[in-house]
């Protein structure tokens, strides 16, 4: 373990028993011990297994992401923990709904920047549209800070999901 | 499978016994009350009535800590499970294996704010390894097996399992625990090859080694304390021992250097903080051991051999982790170290061993006798040890001085024969603690070493004791404060006493008698040998009242904030250091 104080953000993800209670039992376990979450997500992954794949964006010192990883591990219905950030390449993704209202050059402008960044219309009304756009977190939050003075109204993010790079299997 | 189907609560009955239980420790209450119209119709498990739930969990867990099986509770829902809380949390932080069984509102009422509902498997999800919601009859069996699969495997602690009512009426089929497997947990226990060779080669290279063993070595039982032992003695390294651990090695063998911690032993702590290569067991650098992190032992290459690898690198950060159960990894580092029969600088090991001898000829545990009209606490237990050691007694304690003078002055033989709230440290832990020792084991001498102050908070139990006539002896050592919080308001805040001292206690005599045992009440040091004595020759429970030096601070002490190296030995050195900012906050 690298002897260090700094503080990195790492992407976790977690393979559990598909149970209730399971990702009350992660949450708390961060609330609990005074760790990061600066996203979560999580969805059914296996059906047959009913196993669900929870995905932790964090951060701390690499004592803490050791102890965090540690944690997650001996939560009974835990089948798997990896460390994206630290076990070679992965990709990483976010979905967001983005809205923004404005008439005129604002609006256009909006679209045009949509169309640069890769954004979808999936809502369009005379005097607003809804923009949907995946891609790394980085990427939405530029996407974002552009729309902020054409009308940005609101914005829905699915926060991140991850998978490694390759054949290997989780 | 059972060809006929049964009812739910005909089940979690059938699972107990299935999973060898004899004795539970419960209290009634309306959504339980099918599990107690089947315990009714048995004889093969037993059933304790305790005065309040959160007596029935520390019963469980001196039941527990003192025979190494799983202990077994019973509450209702609501009120009997939030009651559970404090002892299931006690029993986490200790790693006690318990199985709590809460009763629930029927499934439809859940959610509803029914009479006595309560969240409790939201409740106790933070205060327990793990816990179920049974929702269909037909995961009860299942359920039930695997909690106690859970409870004693990997690190030990409590489960929850909440029995919704009309899941205990409705029928289903039984399955017996060789059918039932666990999905997924699977702790590991046997250790890494590469690593034991490797912890082998440090021990062996070391100048000046330590041994400081846990809990883990009790849980792990008393092979993996007799493995520990030889180990010790193979290596013939000194060996300190945390509030947990004590019993793992006996207290009798040279290489015992005494409790290690806040008010551990002087060369305990000195060798802690000298030592080059530190071989931790079962142990996980607790705070209350630890001292200052930052100068905890600044010299020493570490090993660290746990089950939980949660444990490695929490607070301090260790060399050599060493992952598995206890008794397994000592069997390799046994069987490693025979084989390699290593050759230790004995120059090196001497010098370390005389050293050792110079920090013990300290005395630490010296106290001033004082008036002669005046017992002392430490006094008093010395006696109590000296009277009744040749019994092997079973000792409980509550929480405060008295447990810390318990920890320094009775030496433990054995494990299985301390049981204290180390991690929590609940006041009100030592007096249900004895109930639990008490009922399995019949015929022992079981004391609860106990303050005025801390009885009180589970005083109740005087009622369990006296109808299941547990001849439990209650040895108060009363100053009339609560001793901790005024030692800590002394040295802390300027002595402003602040409600630490009891203006109103009842006599414990009187209350002995009500409670149908014997009382006593004993003032002068000359007539504590005979109220000993007679403590032990009562066939009653006892409850012996010893009024103590109210004034009496607990010393060695390491002051918050403070490193091994900056105890304090007694009231004289106290002046020469004051507590840090940083110390004072620190509980």
């Given amino acids: 373990m690298p002897d260090s104080d700094t503080t990195a953000r790492h992407t976790i993800a977690v393979l559990v028993d598909n149970e209730p209670g399971v990702l009350a039992r992660v949450i708390g376990l961060f609330s609990g011990r005074g760790y990061n979450i600066e996203s979560l997500t999580v969805a059914e992954v296996d059906r047959s297994n009913s196993l669900s794949r929870i995905t932790i964006v964090t951060s701390g010192t690499p004592m803490i992401i050791e102890q965090i990883k540690a944690q997650l591990s001996r939560l009974v219905p835990v089948h798997k923990v990896h460390d994206l950030t630290d076990e070679g390449p992965s990709v990483e993704r976010e979905m967001a709904l983005i809205k923004v209202a404005g008439k005129g050059e604002a609006r256009i402008e909006s679209l045009r920047l949509a169309d640069i960044f890769r954004a979808r219309v999936v809502d369009s009304t005379t005097d607003s549209f809804v923009f949907e756009m995946t891609g790394s977190s980085e990427k939405l939050n530029a996407f974002i800070a552009l729309m902020e003075p054409l009308g940005l109204v609101e914005v829905s993010r699915t926060g991140t999901v991850a998978i490694a790079r390759g054949s290997g299997q989780f | ?587």
Wanted: charged letters at 20%; a negative charge; hydrophobic letters at 40%.
């Fill in chain 2, 1 to 587: 499978m059972s060809a006929e189907p049964i009812c739910g609560a005909d089940m979690v009955i059938k699972a107990l016994v299935d999973q060898g239980v004899d004795v539970v420790f419960g209290y009634p209450g309306g959504a339980v009350l099918p599990i107690y119209d089947s315990l009714f119709k048995q004889n093969a498990v037993r059933h304790i009535l305790v005065r309040q739930e959160g007596g029935a969990v520390h019963a469980a867990e001196g039941y527990a800590r003192s025979t190494g099986k799983v202990g077994v509770v019973l509450v209702t829902s609501g009120p009997g499970a939030t009651n559970a809380v404090t002892g299931l949390t006690d029993a986490l932080m200790d790693s006690v294996p318990i199985v709590c069984l809460t009763g629930q509102v029927p499934t439809h009422l859940i959610g509803n704010d029914a009479f006595q509902e309560a969240d409790t498997t939201g409740i106790t999800r933070p205060c327990t390894k793990h816990n179920y919601l049974i929702k269909d009859v037909n995961d009860l069996a299942r359920i039930m097996h695997e909690a106690f699969y859970v409870a004693k495997s990997g690190r030990p602690g409590p489960v929850v399992v909440d029995l919704p009512k009309d899941v205990l009426f409705a029928l289903g089929n039984y399955i017996g625990p060789e059918q039932v497997t666990h999905k997924t947990y699977r702790p590991q226990t046997k250790p890494d090859p590469a690593r034991i060779a490797e912890a082998v080669k440090m021990i062996a290279a070391a100048k000046k080694p330590l041994f400081y063993g846990g809990g883990g070595l009790i849980n792990s039982g008393p092979e993996a304390c007799a493995r520990f032992t030889e180990f010790v003695r193979l290596v013939d390294a000194p060996c300190t021992l945390t509030l947990m651990g004590l019993g793992a090695l006996p207290a009798s063998d040279p290489h015992f250097l005494g409790m290690v911690g806040m008010h551990g032993m002087y060369e305990s702590n000195m060798a802690m903080h000298d030592c080059d290569v530190m071989i931790a067991v079962g142990s996980r650098f607790d705070d209350r051991v630890t001292g200052r992190l930052n100068a905890f032992s600044p010299g020493s290459k570490k090993i660290h051999v746990d089950i939980d690898p949660s444990s490695i690198n929490k607070n301090v950060r260790v060399d050599l982790p060493l992952i598995g159960d206890c008794n397994e990894v000592l069997d390799a580092l046994l069987k490693a170290w025979r084989k390699a029969s290593p050759h230790s600088d004995g120059k090196a090991r001497n010098a370390w061993w005389r050293q050792i001898d110079a920090w013990r000829a300290r005395d630490c545990l010296r106290y001033d006798r004082g008036r002669r009209d005046l017992i002392k606490p430490q006094y008093a237990l010395e006696r109590l040890y000296a009277l009744t050691r040749e019994r092997d007694p079973f000792i409980t304690t509550e929480v405060g001085q008295h447990q810390m003078w318990a920890a320094q002055f009775f030496r433990f033989d054995k494990p299985y024969h301390w049981m204290t709230s180390g991690g929590l440290g609940t006041m009100g832990y030592g007096l249900p603690a004895a109930v639990g020792v008490q009922v399995a084991h019949p015929d022992a001498l079981v004391i609860d070493v106990a303050g005025e102050a801390s009885i009180l908070m589970n005083i109740q139990e005087m009622s369990t004791i006296a109808q299941y006539r547990l001849p439990v002896k209650a040895f108060i050592l009363n100053n009339q404060y609560m001793g901790m919080v005024r030692q800590w308001q002394e040295l802390l805040h300027g002595g402003r006493y602040s409600e630490s001292y009891t203006a109103a206690l009842p006599d414990f005599v009187k209350l002995a008698d009500a409670f149908g045992a014997a009382g006593r009440r004993v003032e002068r040091p000359d007539e504590l040998d005979d109220a000993i004595m007679q403590m032990i020759a009562e066939p009653r429970a006892v409850i012996l009242d010893v009024v103590v030096d109210q004034e009496e601070n607990c010393f060695p002490m390491i002051p918050s904030g403070a490193a091994h190296n900056e105890m304090l030995l007694g009231p004289a050195d106290k002046a020469e250091q004051p507590v840090s900012e940083e110390g004072m906050v620190l509980v």
